[in-house]
């Protein structure tokens, strides 16, 4: 049966994005192997709570640049889905400057990794098409964090469980967004151009985010193999967003 609003088979737009971003998945998954488990964890995790928050203070202003185009555009359906997650992800930021706080570290300045990975976004948003943007969503929020990773990071680190609120929080926001933005996705009027607009945001965001957790591990944790960390039951690709 067909999709009366786009044409396709039903769910066929969300199974070919998530099918695009498996493509780079195993990249990202060897990359957070190595950051959880690699010595130094302690150190880490307040580097890797300030690379994101450089992420994160970004999404609802990415956003609101988004729905302004979609707006412009006469895209009510995208403008839609826009404005209901920019207030889901109000104030996110915050929840990992507290984070920090716990920690005795407050944001630092973004890395170059950070503003390649945000960066882009802005780029297709403004000058190719705002839908763009869901491929960046897709890939952020597709991989939530789970209960044993969490578990792990607080065993090995030691910190109090107020050091891990957005971690925890994501864990438990992500899969409902995921859901959501599927239906959105299938649903909207998307162009073949537009639509690999979508994956092409996507499998940009899986690099870039590869690279920029490769950049928080030390020479020695960059140069182990994947065999090293992959059996840990606790491995889980760490969310962004």
């Known amino acids: 049966m067909a999709d009366t609003t786009n044409g ?9 994005l998530h099918a695009k971003i498996e493509l780079l998945m195993p990249g990202l998954r060897a990359a957070a192997a190595r950051l959880w488990a690699a010595p130094g964890l302690r150190l880490r995790y307040p580097a890797y709570l300030g690379a994101m928050h450089a992420v994160i203070t970004a999404s609802v202003p990415l956003m609101e640049t988004a729905l302004a185009e979609a707006v412009r555009r006469g895209e009510p359906a995208l403008a839609g889905y826009l ?12 929840w990992l400057r507290a984070d920090l706080a716990v920690l005795g570290h407050a944001p630092g300045r973004p890395s170059a990794a950070a503003a390649a990975l945000v960066g882009a976004q802005y780029y297709w948003t403004l000058h190719h098409h705002p839908a763009a943007l869901l491929g960046y969503i897709a890939a952020m929020e597709g991989f939530p964090p789970t209960d044993a990773l969490m578990a792990h990071l607080r065993a090995v680190t030691g910190f109090p469980p107020a050091a891990f609120r957005t971690l925890r929080h994501h864990g438990e926001l992500d899969l409902g967004h995921r859901a959501e933005l599927d239906a959105v996705l299938d649903g909207l009027p998307l162009t073949p151009e537009q639509e690999q607009a979508v994956g092409l945001s996507a499998l940009h965001t899986v690099h870039a985010a590869t690279r920029l957790f490769t950049g928080l591990l030390g020479p020695t944790a960059q140069n182990s193999t994947a065999e090293d960390f992959k059996e840990e039951p606790w491995n889980s690709t760490p969310s962004a967003n």
């Open 8 to 16: 396709t088979v039903p769910g066929a737009r969300s199974r070919s």
């Open 83 to 94: 404005r209901r997650h920019i207030e889901e992800e109000r104030g996110h930021d915050d």
